[in-house]
Nanobody, 113 residues
Framework: EVQLLESGGGLVQPGGSLRLSCETSGFPLKSYSMSWVRQVPGKGLEWVATITTSTYTTYSPPVKGRFTISRDDAKSTVYLQLNNLKTDDTAMYYC???????RGRGTQVTVSS
């Protein structure tokens, strides 16, 4: 059974940082490109970042330079470091295999003063 368990979200002030984790199981992480996406209630999914099996990374323009995606295949975990957070970053964050629709339950990030 494929499982994706996101964690690390929370309430943070503008300019703050968080580190999200996505623990995976049920598939060989080293064989998959992984992505983080986010969603605000009432809006569609927004792609945030992708890391390939060769650790090539790409980012959406709103987060480029502030967020960093990484992976530890030995720990079956994907990470998203969020720095210099803005109120517009408030959303539920999900990890997923890039080419697969299925995602985890998500972790809430709220940026507010």
């Amino acid at each position: 059974e494929v499982q994706l368990l996101e964690s690390g979200g929370g309430l943070v002030q503008p300019g703050g940082s968080l580190r999200l984790s996505c623990e995976t199981s049920g598939f060989p992480l080293k064989s998959y490109s992984m992505s983080w996406v986010r969603q605000v209630p009432g809006k569609g999914l927004e792609w945030v970042a992708t890391i390939t099996t060769s650790t090539y990374t790409t980012y959406s323009p709103p987060v480029k330079g502030r967020f960093t995606i990484s992976r530890d295949d030995a720990k079956s975990t994907v990470y998203l470091q969020l720095n210099n957070l803005k109120t517009d970053d408030t959303a539920m964050y999900y990890c997923k295999r890039t080419a697969v629709t299925e995602r985890g339950r998500g972790t809430q990030v709220t940026v507010s003063s």
